[in-house]
């Protein structure tokens, strides 16, 4: 079994800053692509930054210049540094990892989420 762990969310002020941290633990043989997602009250969830395992980063549009998605496989962690932050980032956080349990097997994780609020 695989869990994910997120931290780092919280309130901000519009043009700070917050790093969010997410661990995975478990039967973990290596990870694959891992990602952030974010949900605002009454839209959708959306991608907002990913990075394969082969360095290969994807970000949103809305966030490109201000986040920066990384990883530490020592660690099984993935961050996201969010820089410049705006009200219109608030929303929950959620950690999404690819977690492979073998050579061929791999679970689809996601974490419980973070809330992060952007506000004066």
């Known amino acids: 079994q695989v869990q994910l762990v997120e931290s780092g969310g919280g309130l901000v002020q519009p043009g ?7 661990a995975a633990s478990g039967s973990i043989f290596r990870l694959g692509t891992m990602g952030w997602h974010r949900q605002a009250p009454g839209k959708q969830r959306e991608l907002v930054a990913g ?9 949103a549009d809305s966030v490109k210049g201000r986040f920066t998605i990384s990883r530490d496989n020592a660690k099984n962690t993935v961050y ?4 410049s932050l705006k009200p219109e980032d608030t929303a929950v ?3 999404n990892v690819v977690v492979y349990t073998n050579y061929v097997r791999f679970v689809d994780t996601w974490g419980l989420g973070t809330q992060v609020t952007v506000s004066s």
């Open 80 to 83: 996201l540094q969010m820089n």
């Open 93 to 95: 956080y959620y950690c």
């Open 51 to 59: 990075l394969t395992s082969g360095g290969t980063t994807t970000y």
């Open 16 to 22: 700070g800053s917050l790093r969010l941290s997410c």
